[in-house]
């Protein structure tokens, strides 16, 4: 019997030996997993900026609108028309990757003509454009006969304003040149300026009577056409 009890022990230590054994190698702590590069890829770079840049129109269901959308060496640099606090942070938390500029972006613009012959003589009235829509205003402008132009001078547009961006629906004219009353030439080209206050205090412009469009900061001069 004491032979018995003594094999039986010399098993039972054995057993409790190898699942210690067990028990400690299952212990061991597993081996760190490989850390992700805090800067995302040329690819990853691409892919998000094409991605902001067709939300356009959802972002502007929000009340934040894009200017633009750019690739730079470590994120993707994003330009708004009106950068909120709330805007900012909403961005940067929906596009991670996404660098949000603090101050209000503007789209760039290139006019290679900025003058344009004197209008006085001519029998159409130019009408009064001030505070009306950009849609409204140039339907009034083509009903007298004449044409328009909201970006350079020698556009001189045939059809009615349309907007390319949310915030263009809010712009309303505040000048335009010819002045409202004078009389010119069937056909003359009415330069028009426009702009909105954004949520956050934030001025949106569209318009052919700044430095741009005219080259001087004096745009409508005599009053007859943008020229100084």
Not at 42 to 54: D, G, M
Not at 120 to 139: D, H, Q, Y
């Amino acid at each position: 019997m004491r032979v018995v009890l003594l094999v039986l022990g010399l098993v039972l230590g054995a057993l409790g030996s190898a699942a210690y054994f067990v028990l400690v190698e299952d212990e061991e702590p597993a081996a760190p997993a490989p850390r992700a590069s805090a800067t995302p890829t040329f690819e990853q770079r691409s892919r998000l900026s094409e991605r902001i840049s067709r939300d356009r129109a959802a972002l502007s269901d929000q009340g934040v609108y894009l200017v633009r959308a750019a690739l730079e060496d470590d994120c993707v640099t994003v330009s708004l028309m009106n950068p909120t606090p709330a805007n900012v942070a909403y961005v940067e938390q929906r596009y991670k990757g996404a660098c949000v500029q603090r101050e209000p972006g503007a789209l760039e613009k290139r006019c290679a003509e900025t003058t344009r012959g004197l209008t006085r003589t001519g029998t159409v009235v130019v009408p009064n454009l001030f505070e009306l829509g950009l849609v409204e205003a140039t339907k009034r402008v083509l009903a007298e006969d004449l044409v328009f132009t909201t970006e350079c001078v020698g556009d001189q547009a045939t059809g009615p304003f349309s907007p390319s961006a949310a915030p263009d629906t809010l712009l309303r004219v505040s000048a335009q040149c010819p002045a409202p009353g004078e009389r010119v030439r069937a056909g003359t080209e009415v330069a028009i300026q426009a702009r909105a206050i954004l949520p956050g205090g934030f001025e949106h412009q569209l318009g052919a009577l700044d430095r741009a469009a005219t080259g001087t900061d004096s745009p409508c001069g005599d009053g007859r056409n943008p020229r100084g």
